[in-house]
């Protein structure tokens, strides 16, 4: 059975976190990066905007720091490109059939079950995936991905901001 | 180490006619897929059939500043950008007739001894353990093994930590440049990281441990290993390349010997050497050519965990990352214990002061990689090979997957199954870099 650890609440240095996850290299991978720019001097205080490349040293890192994580990253469901996704990944694991690609071995999905598995998963955590289609490196964004990036940036910033006033509540 | 029973089980007798396929080849990094047809129970023909859309990098570097170099073909491989930038920028010295020694060849060692930490750890925990320790994935094994993925996850975030603090980024790293970097640390900057390092070493330590208490199939062959030989040191950026078959040549003559064949299964190349012998690369290969030259503790260690002078079960090649962590945790303390910051954060480089072309071999963490460049005398790329060992070891793999499925013939399918998904995973394919995309199908006739 996994060691019982302590509660991680009160050493949790950020409030809110918010990840953009991509590669801007790789066609519709750049999208969640996107969208974390495309939020950029938006957000309540509260809110820290921070981009990673995916690696999973990286976002346990983030996730273990934060009270809550908003994550937003390129989804491949077969949906037309631009659909826009949100998930309560808290209590239950992202559903696998649409965050399959990783360029970086262990993905988004497997990060999170990790992280849940040794007790570093934060208070709340969201997932915000993006559907694109092409993830060739030096593909640019297609047309639906890139019309959807201020659509999920809109979205994102109202979960901001309800999520911050649930947790000074 | 309480070990789960293999989550795959099959009572079935096995049936003379049988194909393996796995549609789609797990806990390897970018896609692939595994074909074994036996016939008569004899084996008739194993594939590592991997296909991707293809990356044209080569044809892209094409007409770009050889400067560019180092950060397009970075891009590569998310795992190993280091090792990219290296052989680019090594490539590009030769071309340009220049040299890196002193501080800054001493940086170059340390940033790759990051990489390999972060590489071989993230391999070993979270990719191959698993299948030792009869777990589905890292996840399920986390939830029993607590304490082995925390471990992995301070040891991988060290091996990062040294790329950022040296590279600027741990993924698409930024200071890293033809002639050295663009920016060298003092060493009061690295003296934080070196007490880590340090306080680090007993994980390196029971890493080793760990792996060799693991039950390994009996799986012993004959490989002719292939790596870069140093003399005075365990290769990591330069060296003479050299094979157990007795190949002997410098990074100019690599093409003459390792020569590539397009496959029809795989959108990858095969490399044989002289056109005739397959071989290995990576881990195993670079102990066996370079064993000497470990530092005596990895050395004692390795022997602890079983191994002798040379290591010739594929399955163990588990036991030499670990050995190869603990030496990258070594060598790191000592290149920061010694750091004199250079004058300069590199030399000039003139592109057309040199030959013109350039060849580096250096030692990725999954075995040796090779860049060729020819340039023109304002800087731009007129040619661009690259060679990574990924597509060195299909070969190698096929041939694996062949011998291990004759002997092991009387295993039920589906162990039989997860046993060729493991015999691949031996060899930590970074398919991506071979642009490469294996289907993996199970087929029984």
């Given at each position: 059975m996994p060691r019982e650890t302590p509660d991680r609440d009160t050493t949790r240095r950020e409030r809110l976190t918010v990840v953009g996850i991509g590669n801007?290299?790789?066609?519709?991978?750049?999208?969640?990066?996107?969208?974390?720019?495309?939020?950029?001097?938006?957000?309540?205080?509260?809110?820290?905007?921070?981009?990673?490349?995916?690696?999973?040293?990286?976002?346990?890192?983030?996730?273990?720091?934060?009270?809550?994580?908003?994550?937003?990253?390129?989804?491949?469901?077969?949906?037309?490109?631009?659909?826009?996704?949100?998930?309560?990944?808290?209590?239950?694991?992202?559903?696998?059939?649409?965050?399959?690609?990783?360029?970086?071995?262990?993905?988004?999905?497997?990060?999170?079950?990790?992280?849940?598995?040794?007790?570093?998963l934060p208070r709340r955590l969201f997932v915000c995936g993006i559907e694109g289609r092409d993830f060739s490196i030096g593909a640019p964004l297609s047309d639906g991905t890139r019309a959807a990036i201020d659509a999920a940036a809109s979205m994102i910033h109202d979960l901001v901001e309800k999520l911050l006033q649930e947790d000074s509540g | 180490m309480n070990r789960k029973k293999p989550v795959k089980t099959h009572k079935a007798r096995p049936k003379k006619n049988r194909t393996v396929k796995v549609g789609a080849l797990a806990r390897v990094e970018g896609e692939g897929a595994l074909y074994v047809n036996i016939r008569n129970n004899t084996v008739k023909d194993a594939k590592l059939q991997i296909y991707e859309p293809p990356r044209f990098f080569e044809a892209f570097l094409r007409g770009r500043r050889f400067t560019e170099a180092p950060d397009i073909?970075?891009?590569?491989?998310?795992?190993?950008?280091?090792?990219?930038?290296?052989?680019?920028?090594?490539?590009?010295?030769?071309?340009?007739?220049?040299?890196?020694?002193?501080?800054?060849?001493?940086?170059?060692?340390?940033?790759?001894?990051?990489?390999?930490?972060?590489?071989?750890?993230?391999?070993?925990?979270?990719?191959?353990?698993?299948?030792?320790?009869?777990?589905?994935?890292?996840?399920?094994?986390?939830?029993?093994?607590?304490?082995?993925?925390?471990?992995?996850?301070?040891?991988?975030?060290?091996?990062?930590?040294?790329?950022?603090?040296?590279?600027?980024?741990?993924?698409?790293?930024?200071?890293?440049?033809?002639?050295?970097?663009?920016?060298?640390?003092?060493?009061?900057?690295?003296?934080?990281l070196g007490e880590?390092?340090?306080?680090?070493?007993?994980?390196?330590?029971?890493?080793?441990?760990?792996?060799?208490?693991?039950?390994?199939?009996?799986?012993?062959?004959e490989y002719e290993c292939l790596s870069v030989c140093h003399d005075n040191e365990y290769p990591l950026n330069e060296g003479r390349i050299k094979s157990t078959g007795g190949l002997d040549i410098g990074a100019t003559e690599f093409l003459d010997h390792v020569i590539e064949e397009h496959m029809q299964h795989s959108t990858s190349l095969h490399a044989r050497i002289d056109g005739e012998r397959i071989y290995m690369v990576g881990p195993i290969a670079r102990y066996n050519l370079n064993r000497s030259a470990l530092s005596r503790r990895s050395r004692e260690a390795a022997g602890k965990a079983g191994l002798g002078p040379m290591c010739r079960n594929p399955f163990k090649s588990i036991i030499v990352r670990a050995v190869e962590t603990l030496y990258a945790f070594e060598e790191a303390i000592r290149i920061i214990d010694e750091y004199v910051m250079p004058d300069k954060p590199a030399v000039d480089v003139d592109p057309a002061a040199g030959p013109g072309t350039g060849h580096g071999c250096t030692e990725a963490p999954r075995g040796t990689l090779y860049h060729r460049y020819t340039i023109d005398p304002e800087g731009l790329i007129l040619d661009a090979t690259i060679v990574p060992p990924t597509a060195?070891?299909?070969?190698?793999?096929?041939?694996?997957?062949?011998?291990?499925?004759?002997?092991?013939?009387?295993?039920?399918?589906?162990?039989?199954?997860?046993?060729?998904?493991?015999?691949?995973?031996?060899?930590?394919?970074?398919?991506?870099?071979?642009?490469?995309?294996?289907?993996?199908?199970?087929?029984?006739?």
């Open positions: 801007p290299d790789r066609g519709d991978d750049a999208a969640g990066i996107l969208v974390a720019r495309a939020l950029a001097g938006r957000l309540p205080p509260g809110a820290t905007i921070v981009e990673s490349p995916g690696d999973v040293t990286d976002l346990v890192t983030i996730l273990e720091r934060s009270r809550c994580a908003v994550l937003i990253d390129a989804a491949q469901s077969e949906a037309e490109p631009g659909t826009v996704y949100r998930f309560d990944a808290t209590k239950e694991p992202l559903p696998a059939e649409y965050f399959r690609c990783s360029t970086h071995a262990f993905g988004l999905g497997q990060t999170i079950e990790l992280a849940r598995t040794i007790g570093l | 073909t970075a891009r590569i491989c998310g795992i190993c950008p280091i090792a990219y930038q290296m052989s680019a920028c090594h490539a590009m010295e030769m071309a340009c007739g220049v040299k890196i020694d002193g501080p800054l060849r001493d940086l170059r060692r340390l940033i790759y001894c990051g990489e390999w930490i972060e590489s071989h750890v993230l391999h070993m925990y979270m990719l191959h353990l698993p299948d030792f320790l009869g777990y589905e994935s890292a996840i399920h094994m986390a939830r029993e093994h607590p304490d082995e993925v925390n471990r992995a996850l301070r040891m991988k975030k060290l091996g990062n930590e040294i790329v950022e603090v040296i590279a600027g980024r741990s993924i698409h790293p930024v200071n890293v440049r033809v002639g050295g970097f663009y920016r060298v640390p003092k060493a009061k900057e690295l003296e934080p880590k390092l340090k306080k680090g070493l007993k994980d390196a330590v029971e890493t080793v441990r760990l792996m060799g208490t693991l039950d390994f199939p009996d799986f012993e062959r060195q070891h299909q070969p190698v793999i096929e041939s694996d997957l062949f011998r291990f499925v004759e002997r092991n013939m009387a295993l039920p399918d589906a162990k039989l199954q997860w046993r060729c998904e493991q015999v691949i995973r031996n060899y930590d394919p970074c398919i991506s870099c071979s642009c490469h995309f294996l289907k993996l199908h199970i087929q029984r006739s």
